[in-house]
């Protein structure tokens, strides 16, 4: 990836948001605003197409820094916007921190298809500044201006018939909208650049920013005991883990389990796997440092895979039997072979990283219909269910999130957080301050 060595800079210029319109927001005549009381002067726009910054209420004079994805192998480029306002059922967040994904790099090398530009980043910690207008009151209630927040990257609607169900991780209007168009469920980009009044997709909310909009479904309150820095990663590296522990892999007591690729996402597997109440656990990778911090995070046997067979070895710790439940985090043709062949007869092999589009993987048909193993993608958890009891976990310590962030960045330095990343320099997670 041929990333360039420094992060260009559009714009030097500092986030001009005034504290006078901070106070602004939290006074009694803007509460009445963000409630629909009477005298509510601000009508939601119609839908445009494409998005455009016509007929849409931006703050006067107020401005953010934004890292944004133009072209892939491109470096990111800061550059500055105005600060986007919510809509209806939409909290404008004061970021704080930022997780370095591989999702988001999967789409800066062109990997993934999104739409450009677009403001990455999707693992998130922040304050409430906002409510859009309109907006339920049992929201404001919850997320008062002012609380802390963190936010998941799959942000549910909460009204389609996957969210009616309770599966939030199937949200129609996620897919449909801010996956498939960079948007948010009306069709339209919250992000304009300052300069043009241009628009910018959203990557999620766009975290990699200084301010950003999320539909408040996909919100939780984060604890006073909780960092900032640190809990950016319960909105998806975490999160994503318990969605496939909980939901996929329905790990029980005593269960074994092999985790293939200790990053991120697979290092918090380990984790939520011995809160669970696994028995074996199986740390999987080529890089032994992160085999070594796999130890600390709750693996019982680790595995080179540069060094021996990865699936003999997890058949010898077991017994020749293979686990009950093998991870996928890696996202590759070969691990998604060495996940189907690590189980036992019976067993479930769970699929939790992204690939390259259009890539396959390959498994033994009749051994699948014989042996009765189950194949199951797991893409993140519930937001609604599980990001409160994710943030339980971290705030009673049985989730270690000092221990789940090994690197730190400043905002400036968000594109050497990715080149890191790519580089396989980041052991566990990276998380950029953008205090």
Do not use: W
């Not at 005298?39 to 931006?58: E, F, T």
């Amino acid at each position: 990836m041929a990333f360039a060595p420094i992060l260009r800079r559009v714009s030097a210029a500092k986030n001009l948001f005034s504290l006078s319109r901070l106070a602004a927001v939290s006074s009694p005549s803007a509460r009445s605003l963000q409630t629909g009381a009477s005298g509510d002067d601000r009508q939601l726009p119609p839908p445009l197409s494409p998005p455009s910054i016509a007929g849409y209420h931006v703050s006067s004079g107020g401005y953010m820094r934004g890292a944004v994805y133009r072209e892939p192998n491109q470096p990111l480029t800061i550059e500055e916007f105005h600060i986007p306002r919510p809509k209806v059922n939409e909290i404008l967040i004061k970021t704080k921190a930022c997780g370095v994904c591989h999702s988001d790099l999967h789409v800066m090398k062109g990997e993934i298809p999104f739409s450009s530009p677009c403001v990455i980043g999707h693992e998130i910690t922040g304050e409430v500044v906002e409510h859009g207008p309109l907006t339920d009151h049992k929201i404001i209630q919850r997320f008062p201006v002012g609380s802390r927040v963190v936010g998941a990257f799959i942000m549910p609607c909460g009204t389609c018939s996957y969210c009616a169900k309770g599966h939030d991780d199937l949200c129609e209007d996620f897919f449909a909208f801010n996956r498939a168009k960079g948007t948010l469920y009306d069709g339209e980009t919250r992000l304009f650049l300052r300069h043009d009044d241009s628009p910018v997709y959203m990557y999620s909310m766009g975290g990699m920013a200084e301010y950003c909009v999320t539909p408040a479904h996909g919100l939780a309150p984060l604890p006073e005991s909780l960092p900032y820095t640190e809990s950016a990663i319960l909105g998806c590296a975490v999160f994503t883990a318990y969605g496939a522990m909980a939901h996929a892999a329905e790990i029980r007591p005593g269960d074994s389990i092999a985790v293939i690729g200790i990053g991120g996402v697979g290092s918090s597997c380990l984790q939520i796997a011995r809160a669970f109440g696994a028995s074996d656990i199986i740390a999987v990778d080529v890089q032994d440092d992160k085999l070594e911090k796999a130890k600390t995070l709750g693996a019982t046997h680790i595995v080179n895979a540069a060094k021996e067979d990865a699936v003999d070895r997890i058949r010898e710790i077991t017994g020749g039997m293979g686990v009950d439940v093998a991870v996928e985090a890696l996202g590759k043709p070969q691990t998604f072979m060495q996940c189907t062949l690590s189980v036992k007869d019976g067993g479930k092999a769970v699929m939790i990283g992204l690939s390259q589009a259009g890539s396959v993987g390959e498994i033994d048909i009749n051994r699948l219909v014989r042996r009765k193993i189950k194949v199951i993608g797991s893409y993140g958890g519930r937001a609604r269910q599980d990001l409160p009891k994710v943030v339980k976990l971290a705030e009673s310590g049985i989730f270690n999130l000092t221990n789940a962030v090994s690197s730190k960045y400043k905002f400036e330095d968000a594109e050497k957080a990715f080149q890191d990343l790519n580089q396989g320099k980041i052991v566990s997670r990276g998380v950029v301050e953008i205090l």
